[in-house]
């Protein structure tokens, strides 16, 4: 079967830094996505891997290990913008994205 | 990345009502997607809209509580039919980009009462 798992809340101080854990099971893969959602907002595409090993893109970078069926989004030098929901999604063989349930993370002064 | 709009942006409708919700996209994409977002909820898949041919529905949902339409390679239409108050959503297409990502219209926000 499929599934995606991912922490419901973080908390974190303005100025940190922060990793959102993803974990995930499937047969078909062709790669890991995250996305950004600000309350009522769209989800914004912020990385894709498909390959094992880290993705630096500024202030965020993103690590997948195949093998393991595990990905991080780490997010530095954290600023209050970045209270927002953080979704993982793997890519099926059909390419559809099978999104996890969201990480809220709130960053406070 | 596609410039994705939807119209409406948002609706109140009563139930037992229908309501199409339009997807147009700046240039010609292969795949389309519409996806619900309930409260609170992270993203579900509705269906994949085909062009050409009946769009994929994903466990769950059907053709005739969601009709798809996909004339062209820029545009699409999602029904919500026979609406009821747990229909209340963010309905949003997607298109792929050209490494599997998607990117997201700005969404449609249904209240049914």
């Known amino acids: 079967g499929q599934n995606i798992d991912q922490p419901t809340e973080m908390t974190a101080t303005e100025g940190a830094i922060v990793q959102i854990n993803c974990t995930y099971q499937?047969?078909?893969?062709?790669?890991l996505f995250w996305y950004q959602q600000h309350a009522g907002e769209a989800p914004t595409f912020l990385s894709y891997?498909?390959?094992?090993g880290l993705e630096e893109k500024g202030r965020f970078s993103s690590f997948l290990s195949r093998s393991k069926g595990y990905s991080y989004l780490l997010l530095k030098e954290l600023q209050m913008k970045d209270s927002a929901s953080y979704l993982c999604?793997?890519?099926?063989?059909?390419?559809?994205?099978?999104f996890g349930q969201g990480t809220t993370l709130q960053v406070k002064p | 990345s596609a410039v994705i709009s939807q119209k409406p942006s948002r609706d109140i409708c009563q139930r037992g009502t229908s309501l199409t919700i339009q997807c147009q996209v700046d240039?010609?994409?292969?795949?389309m997607f519409w996806y619900r977002q309930q409260p609170g909820q992270s993203l579900t898949l509705i269906a994949t809209?085909?062009?050409?041919?009946?769009?994929?529905?994903e466990s769950g949902f059907v053709i005739d509580k969601f009709p798809i339409s996909r004339p062209n390679l820029t545009f699409s239409t999602l029904t919500v039919s026979n609406m009821s108050p747990e229909d209340s959503s963010i309905y949003l297409c997607?298109?792929?980009?050209?490494?599997?990502?998607?990117?997201f219209g700005p969404g449609t926000r249904l209240t049914v009462t």
């Open positions: 240039s010609q994409v292969t795949m």
């Open positions: 999604a793997f890519s099926s063989n059909t390419g559809k994205l099978i």
């Open positions: 499937t047969s078909g893969f062709n790669g």
């Open positions: 997607s298109v792929t980009g050209t490494e599997y990502e998607q990117y």
């Open positions: 891997n498909v390959l094992d």
């Open positions: 809209a085909n062009q050409g041919s009946e769009a994929t529905y």
